[in-house]
């Protein structure tokens, strides 16, 4: 079973920083293009920034020059550097990846697959 595991949300006061990790646990054969999000409360869940496999990032207007996108693929594992952290970026980032799994269907013969994956999010709360 592979699953995306978020970490290192919590409680923090505006202006200061968070580092999230998102970690590929199980077998895959390759980490492809993974995407942070934000989902505030009663709103909907937007794109923060994102990475693909080739090292390209992107972010939301709204993040650019705070948040920084960064990717260990020996580790299967991307981060979320957050900084000047204000309340609006309040809420619950969920980590999206798409990978590319593999199965042995015979002597050294592989069938690969991609599958999109979600993590089940970890909170940042920025507050006085």
């Not at 595991?5 to 293009?33: A, H, K, T, W, Y």
């Amino acid at each position: 079973q592979v699953q995306l595991v978020e970490s290192g949300g919590g409680l923090v006061q505006p202006g200061g920083s968070l580092r999230l990790s998102c970690v590929v646990s199980g077998s895959i054969f390759s980490l492809n293009d993974v995407g942070w999000y934000r989902q505030a409360p009663g709103k909907q869940r937007d794109l923060v920034a994102g990475t693909t496999s080739g090292g390209s990032t992107n972010y939301a207007d709204s993040v650019k020059g705070r948040f920084t996108i960064s990717r260990d693929n020996a580790k299967n594992t991307v981060y979320l550097q957050m900084n000047s952290l204000r309340p609006g970026d309040t809420g619950v980032y969920y980590c999206n990846a798409q990978v590319t799994r593999s199965e042995e269907v015979g002597y050294r013969t592989f069938n690969y697959y991609e599958e999109n994956l979600w993590g089940k999010g970890t909170l940042v709360t920025v507050s006085v």
